[in-house]
């Protein structure tokens, strides 16, 4: 008899400073939970988190009961939402892509569109800014995980990406994630 996890999303949002993270885990810790998953950045001056919360029903009810608590005194705006465990599917198969252009508006929307388009979910996504080595020209780069559906042809799927992103002067590279 399997037992189906409980879970509790919580993002967070304020004021980056020093103890954000030791707060927000202890206050998760003390009322029996444990963090499954999470992820964290300082982006602009603001600290951003998305954390799994696991725990039983009664527990993810203690840490919704103090998050109210925790808003105010880290001057946060915090939400959260209960659900379950992820379903996976067994057919798609996880795909690493990295592009790195020159940076200008909708990069992240064409990507989204492309895979978007092709009904391939994209899982994971990060995107960063940088100054070349020696121009200074600004630079943007992203890395995302996609869920690429079995079925698919990979190499006519690559060489339709590799054209696509040719067209928008992208570097790209499309490769199996290495598990």
Known sequence: ?????????????????PGLVNKLSRAILEQGCNIEDSRM?????????I??????????????????????????????????????????????????????PGIVNKLAEFFADRGI?????????????????????VHMTVGIPGSTHIASLREEFMDYCDGLNLDAVLEPLKM
């Not at 008899?1 to 400073?17: C, N, P, R, Y």
């Open 121 to 141: 979910n994209i899982e994971d996504m990060s995107t960063s800014t940088y100054s070349a080595a020696h121009t200074g020209t600004p630079m943007f780069a």
């Open 51 to 104: 954390l799994l919360v696991e725990g039983k029903w009664n527990t993810l009810a203690k840490v919704e009961n103090v998050l109210p608590e925790l808003e105010r005194t880290l001057g946060m705006t915090i939400n959260c939402k209960r659900t379950g465990e992820r379903s996976r599917s067994s057919d798609k198969v996880p795909y690493g892509v990295d592009v790195v252009a020159m940076d200008h």
């Open 41 to 49: 950045t300082v982006l602009g001056g603001e600290f951003a988190a």
């Open 1 to 17: 008899m399997s037992t189906q996890k409980t879970f509790l999303v919580i993002s967070a949002l304020g004021e980056d400073h």
